[in-house]
């Protein structure tokens, strides 16, 4: 069993890493929206 | 072989641990998940062999019709997808999820759920791509499949293959999030990120540059769906869509992707050369601090893959000098290998000489990659075999040597069985000889004007390259089978594995061949990147002073 200070933290940075994608996916769509409708 | 044992030789398997089909299937434990990687990229490995196989055949002379055009460029396209998405890059994670908690001395990964549903959706992802054959035909727009040829391409192949990529996407995504929070967070005590392994140190910057590349290959292939079935027109310039659009985004994600797939090929050398030389690691932070310069800068370059489509000059310079520059991290990590390996006490086992036969290859890709990073030249053999010749001695020699020199050197910690060491020396000699076959004629093929992707040729002058490279191909797939044929008949072998046969030096070799379900009973003091190394060390003075 993992403590709970390293598991809340790896939820942190799991959480970070995710949103930090989601981000990346998101700026990637809207390049591509600019460039084909700007 | 060496017979050092240490404290923890704990029962390879508690009486407690099933065996059964549903525990692997159910399992979450780091190392089962890693053995079900290795087991099925492995698989993919010889499917996409046989695909190139099949490529080889095809062109061993002029105008043959082993297989219609329009198949050939399916099994063409599903040849690189395979090796690069389905093998090299989920045969790290393989390795890297049996290897990574062992050498940081943690119990699993940080997400051993998580773990289980990357590998999970790394099958399914394989099943949806390959299901395109049974229904109208795989997708036949090459592994980079570039608009508008992927757009126009008929049925539903490349929709699979998208889909496919997606799914894949998301199995490498979760596996790099549950590396990164691993290495971070679950390091033992006195193991700081300065005394990482130099292979953990590599899977940790793949897992970096699939976090923050792999989202813009998603975005770029939703678009393509999205072209394909949805009537938008991203890549479509008859609508003010960009065509480039899709080779910038695709290169952007796929440069890094070639770091992704080396960086932990690097790993395995800078685990394997100390070991088999007796010496520490010639410069372990020069080494560390290479790893993640070539990280970083491999996401400055993505703009030599498109020299051909006319940037202005300072673009194209810019590009010419950032990719020139990643030899020089590059260059500090061959510097520091041959420094490790200089005045050591070499034993050429099977994975030291896969170790150096990697080398020497990577050696020629690296230095035909300087000729293509300058866009003059690159102009000259855009789109021919001197291009697919450079590939395959980076991307290559990555699965076909650094990949096997780490199966060589960690069958023992993960089956607890040795190779037969005859055979994979035989095996090492079959493949150095049949990879050069392969690949060598293949600068010759590109400088005399063959153009790639073709699935036929006339011209007579590319017959003798192409005769030598079938036949290559052949005797590499040889050896291929020898490696594979010693690992299945080393399982049901009588030769046992010691926890530590080589003399290893990182936290993996403390623990016995296969660890228990919990890895350690306990951990050595962690004060360099070599724990158990300093440990032998010890004990060799303590010995020394006991015997003065």
New interface residues.
């Given amino acids: 069993m993992i403590d709970k200070p390293t598991a809340t933290r790896n939820l942190k940075l799991a959480l970070v890493l995710s949103i930090l994608g989601v981000l990346i996916f998101a700026a990637t769509m809207i390049v591509g929206v600019i460039v084909s409708h700007g | 072989m060496v017979t050092e044992t240490y404290p923890t030789q704990a029962p390879a398997a508690p009486a407690t641990r099933s065996d059964g089909l549903w525990s692997w299937i159910s399992t979450v434990d780091h190392k089962r998940i890693g053995i079900m990687y290795l087991i099925l990229t492995f698989f993919f490995f010889l499917v996409g062999g046989v695909f190139a196989l099949v490529l080889r055949l095809q062109l061993s002379g002029p105008s043959k019709t082993l297989v219609s055009p329009e198949i050939y460029d399916q099994i063409m396209t599903m040849h690189g997808t395979t090796m690069i998405f389905l093998f090299v890059v989920p045969v790290m994670a393989g390795f890297g999820n049996y290897l990574v908690p062992l050498q940081i001395g943690a119990?699993d990964m940080?997400?051993p759920r998580l773990n289980a549903l990357s590998f999970w959706l790394l099958l399914f992802g394989g099943m949806v791509m390959y299901s395109s054959f049974l229904w109208t035909g795989a997708a036949d727009a090459g592994w980079t499949s570039y608009p508008p040829l992927s757009v126009q391409s008929p049925g539903h192949g490349q929709d699979l293959w998208i889909v496919g990529l997606h799914i894949l996407g998301i199995s490498s995504?979760v596996g790099?999030?549950?590396f990164?929070?691993t290495i971070?967070?679950?390091r033992a005590p006195g193991m700081r990120m300065s005394r990482l392994p130099l292979f953990t140190w590599t899977i940790d910057m793949y897992a970096f540059m699939i976090?923050?590349a792999?989202?813009?290959l998603?975005?770029?292939l939703?678009?393509l769906l999205l072209d394909r079935n949805y009537g938008?027109?991203?890549?479509n310039p008859d609508?003010?869509?960009?065509v480039l659009?899709y080779q910038h985004?695709f290169w952007f994600y796929s440069h890094p992707v070639v770091y992704v797939m080396a960086l932990p090929g690097f790993g395995m050398i800078s685990e394997i050369l100390p070991v088999f030389s007796r010496k520490p690691l010639f410069g372990y932070r020069a080494l560390v601090y290479s790893t993640v310069a070539i990280a970083f800068l491999g996401f400055l370059v993505w703009g030599h893959h498109m020299f051909a489509v006319g940037f202005s000059e300072p673009v194209q310079i810019w590009f010419m000098l950032a990719s020139m520059s990643i030899a020089v991290p590059t260059g500090v990590k061959i510097f520091n290998w041959i420094g490790t390996m200089w005045m050591g006490q070499l034993r050429f086992e099977p994975p030291m000489l896969f170790a150096v036969g990697f080398i020497g290859l990577f050696l020629i890709g690296g230095l035909s990659g300087i000729m293509l990073a300058i866009y003059p030249i690159d102009q000259q053999v855009t789109d021919t075999y001197f291009v697919v010749a450079h590939f395959h001695y980076v991307l290559g020699t990555v699965p076909v040597f650094a990949v096997m020199a780490g199966l060589h050197y960690w069958f023992p910690k993960i089956t607890g069985k040795m190779l037969d060491r005859r055979l994979a020396l035989q095996s090492f000699w079959v493949i150095f000889i049949g990879f050069n076959m392969t690949f060598f004629p293949m600068h010759g093929m590109g400088l005399s004007g063959m153009p790639r992707r073709i699935a036929t040729y006339t011209n007579s002058s590319w017959t003798i390259y192409n005769q030598i490279a079938t036949l290559g191909s052949i005797v590499l797939a040889v050896g291929v089978l020898m490696v594979m044929w010693n690992v299945l008949s080393s399982l049901r072998s009588s030769r046992t594995a010691p926890a530590d046969p080589w003399g290893g030096y990182s936290l993996e070799w403390y623990t016995s061949s296969p660890p228990p379900a919990h890895n350690f009973d306990d951990l050595p003091p962690i004060r360099s990147e070599r724990p158990v190394y300093d440990l032998r060390r010890e004990r060799a003075l303590a010995r020394e002073g006991a015997a003065s």
């Fill in positions: 119990r940080a997400f995504f790099a999030l549950n990164i929070c971070h967070n679950m976090v923050a792999g989202p813009v998603a975005g770029a939703t678009m938008t027109h991203f890549y609508h003010n869509g960009n659009l985004l």
